[in-house]
């Protein structure tokens, strides 16, 4: 059946758990019907016909959109859309574990930026002047327990129980120069192995970044690693459905495109 409400009333809806109650709903809906045609597009569309969506959870579409736009250094929206990813249900600690994780995709500044942003989110949230919420710490790994960690990734990332790990190890050692230690001990090793997130979430956060990014031939790669994590072809699709309201058309589309080619090659659809 059909949604019998008006947009609008399906945006204050999305925007009520954005917020965090009724009232921070109805604040956002003030807000975007005193800015024109441009907030009636925002409370309308971004919020009455992406948001609104229930195939992906607010949870998951939360980290979307933190990731979106953390890679794009938005941290005006960003500071609204950490609240909406806790008022969804991620915890501290997860949202933190987005930004690690990002830091291999889109650079460590944006990062320890967006950090920032999150810090002051939480001390809002806490009644503290500043935030006294400890963080996850680091693992601290010998090299040999880094690479260790890098093939078990890489065993779930490429979808192969049985992986020839000597042979795939020195492929990529090989094919990519002085970068293949770092992208082994580090991309795969420190970050993809921590507990702090699921690898199925963690390749949601990768997929986002990369498709707010425009960023091609990694997000083909990281398509078929979502689905080996456990995404599912309608939620890959629901990032590209959200990308439509934080980053634009072209990258959504060329996100969609991408992810029907892999779909097709691997026999999968929505």
């Given amino acids: 059946m059909s949604d019998p409400r008006t947009r609008a009333e399906r945006g ?7 917020g965090g109650s009724p009232e921070a709903g109805q604040t956002m809906v003030d807000f975007f019907e005193s800015r024109g045609a441009l907030g009636s597009i925002a409370l309308r569309t971004a919020a009455g016909e ?46 933190d574990e987005i930004l690690v994780q990002l830091t291999a995709y889109i650079g460590m500044p944006f990062c320890l930026g967006a950090q920032t942003v999150l810090d002051e989110v939480i001390a809002e949230r806490e009644g503290t002047k500043s ?6 710490p680091a693992s601290l790994m010998d090299e040999g327990e880094r690479r260790a960690a890098a093939l078990d990734v890489l065993t779930t990332l490429l979808g ?23 992208v082994m001990d580090y991309a795969f090793g420190d970050v993809w192995s921590r507990p702090q997130l699921s690898r199925r979430d963690r390749s949601l ?13 990694e997000l083909e790669i990281h398509i078929g690693a979502g689905l080996n994590h456990g995404l599912t072809p309608t939620e890959i699709e629901e990032v590209m459905m ?20 892999v779909f097709g090659e691997r026999g999968v659809s929505a």
Avoid: C
């Fill in 242 to 261: 959200t990308m439509v309201a934080y980053g634009g058309f072209p990258k959504a589309i060329d996100g969609m495109i991408l992810a029907r080619k």
């Fill in 131 to 136: 935030r006294e919420v400890p963080r996850s």
């Fill in 160 to 182: 192969d129980p049985n992986l020839d790990k000597a042979a795939t190890e020195q492929s990529i050692l090989e094919s990519q120069g002085p970068l293949g230690p770092i």
């Fill in 50 to 95: 992406v948001w609104i969506r229930d195939e992906i959870s607010r949870r998951d579409r939360s980290v979307i959109v933190i990731s979106a736009l953390t890679a794009m250094n938005r941290p005006l929206e960003l500071r609204q859309h950490l609240h909406g990813g806790l008022n969804h249900g991620l915890s501290y600690d997860e949202a």
């Fill in 12 to 18: 204050l809806d999305a925007l009520t758990t954005i």
């Fill in 205 to 217: 956060v990768v997929v986002s970044a990369l498709t707010a990014l425009n960023l091609k031939h």
